[in-house]
């Protein structure tokens, strides 16, 4: 409720989350959040977003990579009291989102422009081979750029459907 910006990775979250998605709406009309879908699928979801990344299935690692590497060149990363190996900053790469670079710098201006960054991400995420890689990728870009632990920012998985994701909560 409180977010800018909301990310949603391999979710259709009008579909499957109806009350998430209620709440997302109605943060878009009162205070006008930001809504990017990053998924393969134009869905429901894709087709109402500000932005929608058609990454390629098992992209979104290289893509979540080479955006903290951009959040790093903009100055927006402070890995000052992290745990992290010798040369991790440096290892980081832009060279392929991949993604056109036309989605990738849109999407890259609305993470350094809006602190206030949930990232909501789903089984299309979760359940693949690399899930536990994306799900690495997606926290490490919060942590790395303080967004975590404060109001309307944070990394948040969801399941596919909302009876297990009520049942997980309860």
């Keep these: 409720d409180a977010a800018d910006l909301i990310r949603l990775v391999g979710s259709n979250t009008a579909w499957c989350h109806p009350v ?63 745990e992290v190996p010798e040369g991790f900053a440096d290892a980081l790469s832009t060279r392929d989102p991949g993604v056109p670079y036309a989605s990738f710098a849109a999407l890259a201006d609305l993470v350094a422009a809006h602190p206030r960054m949930v990232t909501l991400f789903s089984q299309g995420a979760n359940q ?22 404060r109001v309307g920012a944070g990394p948040f998985s969801i399941t596919g459907q909302p009876t297990a994701m009520g049942g997980r909560e309860v």
């Design 20 to 82: 998430i998605w209620q709440r997302i709406e109605r943060a878009r009309a009162r205070r006008g959040t930001k809504l990017v879908v990053i998924d393969p699928r134009r869905t429901e979801t894709a087709e109402q977003a500000d932005l929608h990344v058609a990454v390629a299935p098992d992209g979104d690692v290289a893509l979540f990579t080479a955006l903290l590497a951009e959040m790093r060149d903009r100055r927006l990363v402070d890995l000052a009291g992290m």
């Design 128 to 149: 693949s081979a690399s899930g536990t890689d994306k799900g690495n990728a997606i926290i490490n870009l919060h942590l790395a750029t303080g967004r975590i632990n």
